[in-house]
């Protein structure tokens, strides 16, 4: 993953210039499959970004490469102005180590489409384990804010309950809730409620529309759901085929797209 001038630039720049996340020229191969095509994407402190697009457009691809959990074939991403995958050496940048990694990842929370809560925890403890052997937290100040952050989703009265005990919508509350307890600088959320019955939806986007509103978080969210992403987003990118097809302000994409690709894309949902 060679870097171009450029590119060494741009991680120089004083902070107030920089975005929070930036993706410049990515690329993703499985295989000979290429699933992102040189992306470039920034995303501003405590902006709402909705990704959306056909499925095997990229989205995914997109959080999971910033979570960590997949490689990029090519290009760099930075959180902070400082290289997720890569590691300064003087003016070089060389491929980063775990330490690396897990010093930059502390600063992002991912919820995914399932909800991965240890089933033999009770949901407090669900949401203390990483605050506690993560941050360094003591368990007094870890269940305060867990608990803060449990009642914030509705749920402050399960705190003794397990996952089983629980509804799909309100394990994904819990898990909402552990991750936003990590205070991450950026949030990601990957089709978080298309496991869910059609009438448990509408609690668990209750919850990211209120977190929205109340924190300066970043999000980037991955999402089927176009009431929601028009809601919820200061900016809407539609990708097709691993690239950005078209993007802008949510009223802009929904009422007056001007791909057809996008127009096509968004007549399947507003045919329904």
Same mark, same amino acid.
């Given at each position: 993953? /060679?870097?171009?001038?450029?590119? #060494?630039?741009?991680?120089?720049?004083?902070?107030?210039?920089?975005?929070?996340?930036?993706?410049?020229?990515?690329?993703?191969?499985? /295989?000979?499959?290429?699933?992102?095509? /040189? =992306?470039?994407?920034?995303?501003?402190?405590?902006?709402?970004?909705?990704?959306?697009?056909?499925?095997?457009?990229?989205?995914?691809? &997109?959080?999971?490469?910033?979570?960590?959990? $997949?490689?990029?074939?090519?290009?760099? @991403?930075?959180?902070?102005? $400082?290289?997720?995958?890569?590691?300064? @050496?003087?003016?070089?940048?060389?491929?980063?180590? $775990?330490?690396? #990694?897990?010093?930059?990842?502390?600063? @992002? /929370?991912?919820?995914?489409?399932?909800?991965?809560?240890?089933?033999?925890?009770? @949901?407090?403890?669900?949401?203390?384990?990483?605050?506690?052997?993560?941050?360094? #937290?003591?368990?007094?100040?870890?269940?305060?804010?867990?608990?803060?952050?449990?009642?914030?989703?509705?749920?402050?009265?399960?705190?003794?309950?397990?996952?089983?005990?629980?509804?799909?919508?309100?394990?994904?509350?819990?898990? &909402?809730?552990?991750?936003?307890? +990590?205070?991450?600088?950026?949030?990601?959320?990957?089709?978080? !409620?298309?496991? =869910?019955?059609?009438?448990?939806? %509408?609690?668990? =986007?209750?919850?990211?529309?209120?977190?929205?509103?109340?924190?300066?978080?970043?999000?980037?969210?991955? !999402?089927?759901? +176009?009431?929601?992403?028009?809601?919820?987003?200061?900016?809407?990118?539609?990708?097709?085929? %691993?690239?950005?097809?078209?993007?802008?302000?949510?009223?802009?994409?929904? $009422?007056?797209?001007?791909?057809?690709?996008?127009? %096509?894309?968004?007549?399947?949902?507003?045919?329904?």
């Amino acid at each position: 993953m /060679g870097m171009t001038e450029k590119q #060494l630039k741009s991680s120089n720049k004083p902070d107030k210039e920089m975005p929070l996340v930036q993706y410049e020229n990515v690329t993703k191969k499985f /295989g000979d499959v290429e699933v992102l095509k /040189g =992306l470039d994407l920034e995303i501003k402190q405590g902006e709402k970004v909705a990704l959306i697009g056909p499925s095997g457009s990229g989205k995914t691809t &997109i959080i999971r490469m910033l979570m960590t959990l $997949e490689k990029p074939s090519g290009g760099v @991403i930075s959180l902070n102005g $400082e290289p997720l995958w890569h590691k300064k @050496i003087g003016d070089k940048l060389v491929p980063a180590d $775990e330490k690396h #990694l897990r010093k930059l990842r502390s600063d @992002i /929370g991912m919820v995914f489409q399932h909800f991965n809560l240890f089933p033999h925890m009770t @949901i407090l403890r669900n949401v203390t384990e990483a605050p506690i052997h993560v941050l360094g #937290l003591s368990k007094e100040e870890a269940n305060e804010r867990a608990v803060d952050m449990l009642n914030k989703v509705g749920l402050g009265d399960k705190l003794d309950a397990y996952p089983e005990q629980l509804s799909g919508g309100q394990k994904q509350r819990v898990a &909402i809730a552990r991750a936003v307890v +990590m205070h991450p600088k950026v949030m990601l959320f990957d089709e978080v !409620t298309s496991a =869910l019955d059609p009438e448990l939806v %509408g609690e668990v =986007l209750q919850v990211i529309r209120d977190l929205a509103k109340e924190t300066d978080m970043a999000m980037i969210l991955v !999402t089927h759901e +176009m009431d929601f992403a028009r809601d919820i987003a200061d900016r809407v990118v539609f990708l097709h085929n %691993g690239q950005i097809e078209e993007e802008g302000h949510p009223e802009d994409i929904f $009422e007056t797209p001007e791909s057809e690709r996008l127009q %096509g894309f968004l007549s399947r949902f507003l045919n329904t």
